[in-house]
């Protein structure tokens, strides 16, 4: 590729509906130990030196990179793994990046109908618009890196669960009309209450220096 090509070349974004990609199989134990050992090797490194450039060009990975090189490193991890929660915490950022103002939609909804103190957790200013919430998703983000830890997880849980319950209720309001959007609405609650869960439980193993 020349200089001049490789100047204009834009990685490729993934919508934001698409949380999960699947990969040609190979030998499971090596895909699961190159996973755990770059997930390790890279939060031990950046946490025990925090570079404020370093934790800068990993909070905005996805951005330039897209999806692919993490996708091949860790989305075959187990959920409850430190592979699993990072990648899982990519795809909750690139999806509120790529569509914030769906975003906002559902995050207003779900602080409106969720009686918990998820909103609070979180920490969203209220209101919380488009670029709040991109704010707030990368300010997450970058207290994996330089903060407490299962802090980031915990507060990554709670954003899910909101907008999770946003997801819910929209979709409840297209099912009289818009039955394929409404059934896209409740796939994304499904899949967004299943990653609250993932980074709690995430959260809780971390406390106990037990997250592999």
């Known amino acids: 590729m020349s200089d001049e090509s490789r100047e204009f070349h834009k990685p490729v974004r993934r919508p934001a509906e698409v949380f999960d990609r699947l990969f040609a199989a190979e030998d499971p134990a090596e895909v699961s130990r190159v996973a755990h050992s770059t997930a390790h090797a890279l939060l031990a490194r950046v946490r025990a030196d925090p570079d404020r450039a370093v934790v800068d060009r990993l909070v905005a990975f996805t951005d330039e990179y897209g999806l692919d090189d993490l996708a ?33 939609l559902l995050y207003q909804r779900g602080r409106a109908e969720l009686r918990s103190v998820d909103e609070i957790v979180a920490g969203a200013p209220s209101p919380a618009g488009p670029d709040e919430l991109v704010a707030l ?34 979709a409840d309001d297209y099912e009289p009309t818009e039955p394929a959007r409404s059934s896209a ?3 994304r609650a499904l899949r967004l209450s299943d990653y609250a869960a993932d980074l709690s439980a995430c959260a809780g193993l971390w406390r106990r220096e037990a997250l592999s």
């Open 137 to 170: 998703i990368d300010t997450i983000m970058r207290g994996l890196f330089e903060g407490d830890f299962a802090v980031a997880l915990d507060r990554a849980a709670a954003f899910a669960r909101v907008q999770a319950s946003g997801a819910t209720h929209v």
């Open 72 to 104: 091949e490193l860790w989305s075959r991890s187990p959920a409850r793994t430190l592979p699993g929660a990072l990648w899982r915490l990519y795809l909750l950022q690139l999806m509120i990046h790529d569509d914030p103002h769906t975003a906002a």
């Open 185 to 187: 609405f409740t796939t």
